[in-house]
Antibody, heavy 121, light 107 residues
């Protein structure tokens, strides 16, 4: 059974840093591009970042570029999101998902349960 | 950025109805369009990939279609378990963008 389990979401002050983790199991993690998607309270879904299978290519939405870093450790089957200089508008539930370009039916088929990040003083 | 204009934002419907939700892409995205269902407090669920392909385990009353830059999700014979918010996603070009969502609710 495929499982994605996020962790690391907490209450943090503006300007501080936080690192999210997503532990994967039940599939060959190293062969799947991965992505982070977030959802602010009562709002819609918003793509945040994507990383290639090797980690050699990363992509970000403009509002997080230079502040967030997506990475992965294929040996540990874990996806990360390092979030620096956090702002109130980063408050959201963060989901990890299998996601890449192309028509692969597995892309976005698997999602974690989400972890809530609250940025507030 | 590619804008995905989703309509309607709210869709009251009755059980057994046939309903259609549409996303219009502001630029060409080919068939790199996916549909998701999200219920309160839950993670999104993939329903359609490649604009027209049913994801694994999705009931056959769901279908996806494309007409030019308009992409549609149709649900035939609505059931109570289908009440949820539906989102489209284009992943043809970065930044990937979601539609604003359609809340499907009982009339």
């Amino acid at each position: 059974e495929v499982q994605l389990v996020e962790s690391g979401g907490v209450l943090v002050q503006p300007g501080r840093s936080m690192k999210l983790s997503c532990a994967a199991s039940g599939f060959t993690f190293s062969t799947f591009p991965m992505a982070w998607v977030r959802q602010a309270p009562t709002k819609g879904l918003e793509w945040v970042a994507t990383i290639s299978t090797s980690g050699g290519s990363t992509y970000y939405r403009d509002s997080v570029k230079g502040r967030f870093t997506i990475s992965r450790d294929n040996a540990k089957r874990t996806l990360y999101l390092q979030m620096d200089s956090l702002r109130s508008e980063d408050t959201a539930t963060y989901y990890c998902t299998t996601g890449g370009p192309g028509y692969n039916p597995n892309w976005f088929a698997y999602w974690g349960q989400g972890t809530l990040v609250t940025v507030s003083s | 950025d590619i804008q995905m204009t989703q309509s309607p934002s709210s869709l009251p419907a009755s059980l057994g109805d046939r309903v259609t939700i549409t996303c219009r892409a502001s630029q060409d995205i080919g068939n790199y369009l996916r549909w998701f269902q999200q219920k309160p407090g839950k993670s999104p669920r993939l329903m359609i990939y490649g604009a027209t392909n049913l994801a694994a385990g999705v009931p056959s009353r769901f279908s996806g279609s494309r007409s030019g830059s308009d992409y549609s999700l149709t649900i035939n014979s609505l059931e109570s378990e289908d009440m949820a918010i539906y989102y489209c996603l284009q992943h043809n070009e970065y930044p990937w963008t979601f539609g604003g969502g359609t809340k499907l609710e009982l009339k």
